[in-house]
């Protein structure tokens, strides 16, 4: 069974703080996709990231970096100097490559607020 | 940059009613989907839509849930006889490719549906 866990519920920081996401996933695929969304408080959801299970190179875009490691099944998401506009629900999501293209499996969010 | 619109932003209906919840996704995108969410709870995936015919759907998707393009540019979700466990923000999505491939799913703003 595929399954996606964010064991933090809420988070809260000041600015200017660090903060770390965690997430977790399940899949018996070899192949697989894992993404993360943004939920900010107007609702949508805004893409941030998408990773194959090939490529467990780290990634850095602005302030965010992202941390793959297969070894423990674990995709992190890390916000540098958090900023007040960083507020917002945050999605870690799972999908395999096969017959569930478009399917993601979504964790329940990671509530982050930064304070200013 | 294009965006998915949803319309209405908020519908309210009585149970038992018929509701439908429309989308108007990227123009030049072939792959359609719908997603809920209920309230404080993850995004789950409901049914993808490809060439004029659902691709794929999740146990929530049953025959109460119907989805269609009626033209070249709406792409809409109907309840036939809501239920009050039907509550929930709507996200229709929309993907040039086959979504966990090669792009990115872009997700509308969401219809909040409030049934009574």
């Known amino acids: 069974a595929q399954k996606v866990t964010q064991a933090q519920t809420e988070i809260s920081v000041v600015e200017k703080e660090d903060v770390t996401l965690d997430c977790v996933y399940e899949?018996?695929?070899?192949?697989?996709?894992l993404f993360w969304y943004k939920q900010p408080p107007s609702g949508e959801l805004v893409f941030l990231i998408r990773?194959?299970?090939?490529?467990?190179q780290n990634e850095i875009s602005g302030r965010y970096s992202w941390n793959f490691q297969k070894s423990t099944s674990s995709f992190n998401f890390t916000i540098t100097a958090s900023q007040v506009v960083d507020s917002a629900v945050y999605f870690c999501a799972l999908s395999n490559y096969g017959g569930s293209q478009g399917n993601l499996i979504f964790g329940k969010g990671t509530k982050l607020s930064v304070k200013p | 940059e294009p965006e998915v619109t949803q319309t209405p932003s908020h519908q309210v209906t009585q149970m038992g009613q018929e509701v439908i919840l429309r989308c108007v996704p990227i123009?030049?995108?072939?792959?359609f989907y719908w997603y809920r969410q209920i309230l404080g709870q993850k995004v789950e995936f409901l049914v993808s839509f490809y060439n004029n015919e659902i691709s794929e759907k999740s146990e929530i998707f049953d025959d109460q849930f119907s989805v269609e393009r009626p033209d070249g540019s709406n792409f809409t979700l109907k309840i036939r006889s809501t239920k009050l466990e039907d509550s929930a923000m709507y996200f229709c999505?929309?993907?040039?490719?086959?979504?966990?491939?090669?792009?990115?799913?872009?997700f509308g703003s969401g219809t909040q549906l409030s049934v009574l």
């Open positions: 990773r194959n299970s090939f490529d467990e």
């Open positions: 899949t018996r695929d070899t192949t697989y996709y």
């Open positions: 999505a929309s993907s040039k490719l086959q979504g966990s491939t090669n792009e990115k799913l872009f």
């Open positions: 123009s030049n995108h072939l792959y």
